[in-house]
């Protein structure tokens, strides 16, 4: 997340960017805390279930509650918020956020836990799409991709990064740890945005909509066919990774191997993630989607061989991450084909609200199969299933749309 040169991002004196200015690497510093706190609950999520006397799959309502409060909130709240100061509205975002997590930390009932999550989510929903719109403020028009871009990689580095360590801790200190880490990250990301001043530059942004306008675009059946995929492949990906730590240690991995495991997951999202604004415009989307369903789908149905071993695991695992986030570009791009020009931006922010519905639903059905007896070894078996089912909705959207 580094924006260490001033040549490569200096700033005119007449207000019009050269390419962007460097205070957008704050509003990372946010999308890190914020994708820390998201993904982290994997690594602890056994450790969560054994302290609070619950199952497995109840604690995975810790990662349900959260994805679907902030597919709900994301586009309602942004109705509501278009005329506040971005900088206000990051900043207390991120107050509010340190402040729910450090309930979590002092939670000592599951319900309290519960509570708390579905706050942190409202203020992550606050937070990273106006992060988004602020750093568009901050460059020229012919640069706001990279910059928005910069703000994503918080996300990304967070799976690389932010979650093995907030794993490692809650192995050695207790989940509890895991938590006051976000508390910290998130505050330190405050300070940083408010003591730089990191406020609207000369970028123009078309008025807030009203929250009938953000959902209007649902009206067009090409339109909702198109987000489908976003909800399939969301359930795919995240029944697995939501409880892949307690995967991992009902394996026998220890403690070390597992956070490592992580680090190689994450290293594997963010080389997708790049990947996917390569090939997206590269290649036609569609057929960059179908490969990337089907190697998520055969991955996954290969993890229990791949967990024979640390490094089969690690590769695996990797994969399966890179598949998972180079969805994300690459239907971004398919969907600016499809959609009317005047409705991309609501779409983009439809689509995001898609996979967190997904990875509720994948939450969800993950629990409902352990509670029906089937071990966690062999839940990789639905998460190949739901890749078969993203195909089959992107098969629909295609012969609807032709894209």
Not at 227 to 249: C, E, Q, W
Not at 272 to 292: E, H, I, M, N, Y
Not at 324 to 351: D, T
Not at 361 to 386: C, E, K, P
Request: glycine share 10%; with cysteine.
């Amino acid at each position: 997340m580094s924006c260490s040169s001033e040549d490569a991002f200096a700033v005119k004196r007449s207000g019009r960017s050269k390419e962007f200015d460097p205070k957008v690497c704050f509003l990372a510093l946010g999308t890190f805390a914020i994708g820390t706190d998201a993904y982290v609950i994997s690594g602890i999520l056994a450790s969560v279930a054994r302290d609070l006397h619950i199952g497995i799959n109840a604690a995975g309502q810790l990662v349900s509650w959260y994805s679907f409060t902030y597919a709900v909130a994301a586009p309602v709240l942004a109705a509501f918020i278009g005329h506040l100061k971005k900088q206000n509205v990051v900043v207390g975002a991120l107050i509010l956020f340190a402040a729910a997590n450090a309930v979590c930390a002092l939670s000592t009932t599951f319900e309290l836990l519960v509570a708390a999550r579905v706050v942190a989510a409202i203020a992550g929903s606050l937070y990273t799409p106006t992060a988004y719109t602020l750093a568009a403020t901050l460059a020229a028009p012919e640069m706001k991709s990279k910059a928005l871009a910069v703000v994503a990689l918080g996300l990304t580095s967070a799976t690389a990064l932010g979650v093995p360590i907030g794993t490692l801790i809650g192995q050695h200190a207790g989940w509890h740890g895991t938590f006051w880490l976000v508390v910290v990250l998130s505050l330190v990301a405050a300070v940083a945005i408010r003591a730089a001043r990191v406020s609207s530059g000369d970028g123009a942004l078309a008025p807030s909509p009203g929250l009938i306008a953000r959902f209007k675009p649902l009206t067009h059946g090409s339109t909702l066919l198109a987000l489908l995929p976003a909800v399939a492949i969301g359930s795919a990906y995240f029944l697995t990774y939501t409880y892949l730590g307690a995967i991992l240690g009902a394996q026998g991995f220890p403690a070390r191997q597992i956070a490592a495991v992580f680090v190689a997951s994450g290293m594997g999202g963010v080389a997708g993630s790049f990947a996917g604004g390569q090939l997206g415009v590269r290649f036609k989307p569609v057929a960059v989607l179908v490969a990337t369903f089907v190697v998520l789908g055969i991955d996954a149905a290969l993890l229990a061989f791949s967990m024979l071993s640390f490094w089969t695991a690690a590769l695996s695992l990797s994969i399966l991450s890179a598949s998972g986030w180079l969805f994300l570009p690459v239907q971004q791009s398919r969907l600016l084909r499809i959609v009317e020009p005047h409705h991309a931006q609501l779409v983009m922010a439809l689509n995001n609200s898609c996979v967190y519905l997904g990875s509720a639903a994948g939450t969800v059905i993950g629990a409902a199969i352990i509670r029906a007896g089937v071990g966690l070894q062999d839940l990789h078996w639905a998460s190949a299933a739901l890749a078969v089912v993203a195909l089959a909705t992107l098969a629909l959207s295609y012969l609807r749309s032709g894209q």
